[in-house]
């Protein structure tokens, strides 16, 4: 499994960066990077997150661990911890089709969001875990706050496919959200497929152990 977590392209060294601010609006910095893609063994991913209430992680594999636990098999969508009190988020970008969701693009971004572009191994299950929160109004006048995670999903990429992977927000009433882990095959010509997922199970604990003893 440390073997195959090699092809992961964590894209943060490499490529130019552009910050965009205007007046009140949150500096948004964008990281263009070159990994090493070979489409023959590889696909890309790209996953849209925040760095305000939401968060996202992957791992390759068909089971996840939990965010407390000490995995270095998992990988987290966000400038870390910290960066959720900054007034900025950070996206970084490989080169993939433009997203068919204008919200997922980067003149699209809106608040805190951001994109991050990966290169994962092809034909291996890939684990995602997203969630979301936000408030509504003044709890002085009947405002709520309100949060969603849905249990995570595994899919496995097909070689050389790009592929979006968002939350899904449902409105199910007043102060009650569903939400969903979607996956979509994209590609330059528009191309926007559904993707099969399947829930994951939990890692057992001693893998999750014997992850943290070899390091990454």
Not at 16 to 27: E, F, Q, R, S
Request: aromatic share 10%; with cysteine.
């Amino acid at each position: 499994m440390t073997r195959d977590l090699s092809f992961i392209t964590f894209a943060l060294a490499t490529g130019g960066i552009v910050a965009l601010t205007a007046g009140c609006t949150p500096a948004h910095y964008v990281t263009t990077a070159a990994p090493d893609y070979k489409p023959q063994v590889s696909a890309r991913v790209r996953i849209q997150s925040g760095n305000d209430l939401q968060t996202a992680s992957f791992r390759v594999g068909a089971c996840y661990s939990n965010g407390w636990q000490d995995d270095p098999q998992r990988v987290s969508v966000d400038d870390g911890f910290w960066a959720r009190y900054k007034y900025s988020s950070r996206s970084v970008v490989i080169g993939m089709p433009q997203s068919p969701r204008r919200w997922m693009r980067i003149e699209g971004l809106r608040f805190k969001d951001m994109i991050r572009e990966y290169v994962v191994p092809a034909g291996q299950p890939m684990t995602l875990s997203l969630s979301t929160a936000g408030d509504a109004g003044s709890s002085k006048y009947g405002g709520y706050s309100w949060s969603c995670k849905p249990h995570e999903m595994s899919f496995t990429p097909i070689a050389g496919q790009d592929y979006d992977v968002y939350l899904a927000l449902q409105d199910e009433g007043r102060k009650s959200y569903g939400c969903s882990i979607e996956v979509r095959h994209i590609d330059a010509s528009g191309r926007d497929e559904p993707v099969q997922t399947q829930y994951a199970p939990k890692c057992p604990s001693s893998d999750a152990e014997t992850a943290t003893r070899r390091g990454p």
